[in-house]
């Protein structure tokens, strides 16, 4: 059974650029959350989505945004980048969030804004 | 609002020894589940065990096993018998229970273990 695949897994970006991350959950997981990492402030939720339906939103700027395909399938979107968006990107996947499922992660994306 | 506390920023573990990683938390939600995660230099964050607050039983999953203890709201996690590929970051992490569910987790700042030969 697949894991949490995240694409790409390593990227160099300019300050004032866009990105687009991807995730793929497990087969028939339905939510998918993304969270950032960076040395500073650890690990931070960014939002969570549930059947195309964002469920839950953590505190960052509106730059921050994603959406969730039919699929299941995630992207998030970083637009106008700033150095400080510089972090590792995980992607985690769940069945449907309700209380006792598992929450996998992906091997994550490495951001690095110049 | 919620927080998990991981006091332990490293540890070291002689190969073969167990070790214990200590992890507190705080909500007033009676409903939430406690997960620990392993993450290696790659980045990659595995998942180890899970606990939810109306388990009865401590979790256990092959060399590990979480100790839970409600009433002090501590969920550390023990590792036996350590073998050198244990050496990586801990993360202990909190989901809180709330209606129509959810996948926020709320994580500690990690302790970071050494297995030593």
């Known amino acids: 059974k697949a894991g949490v695949t995240q694409t790409p897994r390593y990227l160099i970006k300019t300050r004032g650029q866009q990105v687009t991350l991807s995730c793929s959950p497990i087969?028939?997981?339905?939510?998918v959350s993304w969270y950032q990492q960076t040395p500073g402030q650890g690990l931070q939720f960014l939002f969570e989505?549930?059947?195309?339906?964002?469920?839950n939103k953590g505190n960052f700027p509106g730059r921050f945004s994603g959406r969730q395909f039919s699929n299941s399938r995630s992207e998030m979107n970083v637009s106008t980048l700033e150095l400080g968006d510089s972090a590792l990107y995980l992607c985690?996947?769940?069945?449907?969030?309700?209380?006792?499922?598992?929450?996998?992660f992906g091997e994550g994306s490495w951001l690095t804004v110049v | 609002a919620q927080k998990i506390t991981q006091t332990q920023p490293g540890m070291f573990v002689q190969e073969k020894e167990a070790v214990t990683l200590d992890c507190t938390y705080d909500?007033?939600?009676?409903?939430?589940?406690l997960f620990w995660y392993k993450q290696p230099s790659s980045g990659e964050m595995i998942f180890l065990i899970y606990?939810?607050?109306?388990?009865?039983q401590n979790a256990t999953e092959g060399r590990y096993s979480l100790n839970f203890q409600k009433a002090r709201k501590s969920a550390n996690l023990v590792i036996s018998a350590s073998q050198l590929g244990d050496s990586a970051m801990y993360f202990c992490?909190?989901?809180?229970?709330?209606?129509?569910?959810?996948?926020?987790?709320?994580f500690g700042t990690g302790t970071q273990l050494k297995v030593e030969l």
């Open positions: 992490a909190m989901r809180e229970g709330r209606r129509g569910g959810g996948n926020k987790l709320t």
């Open positions: 606990q939810g607050s109306y388990d009865q």
């Open positions: 989505y549930f059947s195309e339906t964002q469920r």
């Open positions: 909500t007033s939600d009676p409903s939430y589940g």
């Open positions: 985690a996947s769940s069945l449907s969030g309700l209380s006792g499922n598992t929450i996998y």
């Open positions: 087969s028939g997981h339905r939510s």
